[in-house]
């Protein structure tokens, strides 16, 4: 079964709007943790942001922030303020402290555009 | 700076010729992962190290292997590389806290010929 869901598989944005990027997850877990990460075309893996399961107050780190709905179990990413160089793709992913060595789930991810 | 290396960046190899890429960390972490990772695709966990114990994914096939001889260094070998198996090769690390990041190193890129 699908752990992470992410439905937009493209977006664009226009420079300096604000943008949200919509992740859904599933588990039975209690205590799980939440991640977004960046991948721009060159390959790399850039972590972003994080969110536990118990954290009360939304994640927040510079102009990424992350909207946790636990009821909805939703953890949708806002980049607010795009810049160009913010074009990459952006995958949720979610480990759960039943994985040993907490593997982490990845979305299939969203392809964002940022255009000038 | 405390990072993830891969090494190489670009691998080319031929149908059916061992290949090994290497990852090497300075952060100390007591897990090491190995994703792959096709086209337009999420990473795949293939296998991860807890310390010297060895996990490996139920479906991740028998073509790869692994050996993590110390904390800093970890090798993903292919025995036989099918064409399949042309993919970004992602090393990732962390620590054991659930509330971690993974750290990934820039990736192996690997073309079968």
């Known amino acids: 079964a699908q752990k992470i869901t992410q439905t937009q598989p493209g977006m664009f944005v226009q420079e300096k709007e604000a943008v949200t990027l919509d992740c859904t997850y599933d588990t039975s877990d209690q205590s799980y943790g939440l991640f977004w990460y960046k991948q721009p075309s060159s390959g790399e893996m850039i972590f972003l942001i994080y969110q536990g399961s118990y954290d009360e107050q939304n994640a927040t780190e510079g102009r990424y922030s992350l909207n946790f709905q636990k009821a909805r179990k939703s953890a949708n990413l806002v980049i607010s303020a795009s810049q160009l160089g913010d074009s990459a793709m952006y995958f949720c992913a979610m480990r759960e402290v039943s994985n040993s060595g907490y593997a982490l789930n990845f979305g299939k991810g969203t392809s964002l555009l940022v255009t000038p | 700076d405390a990072m993830v290396i891969q090494n190489p960046r670009y691998q080319v190899t031929q149908f059916g010729k061992p290949v090994t890429l290497s990852c090497s960390q300075t952060?100390?972490?007591?897990?090491m992962y190995w994703y792959q990772q096709k086209s337009s695709q999420a990473p795949k966990l293939l296998f991860h190290?807890?310390?010297?114990?060895?996990?490996n994914e139920a479906d991740t096939p028998d073509n790869f292997q692994s050996r993590r001889p110390n904390t800093s260094f970890c090798f993903l070998d292919i025995r036989s590389p099918g064409l399949g198996d042309a993919a970004m090769y992602l090393c990732?690390?962390?620590?054991?806290?659930?509330?971690?990041?993974?750290?990934f190193g820039d990736g192996t890129r690997l073309s079968i010929l």
């Open positions: 190290y807890y310390d010297k114990d060895f996990n």
């Open positions: 990732a690390t962390s620590p054991l806290n659930s509330n971690q990041p993974q750290h």
């Open positions: 952060l100390n972490h007591n897990v």
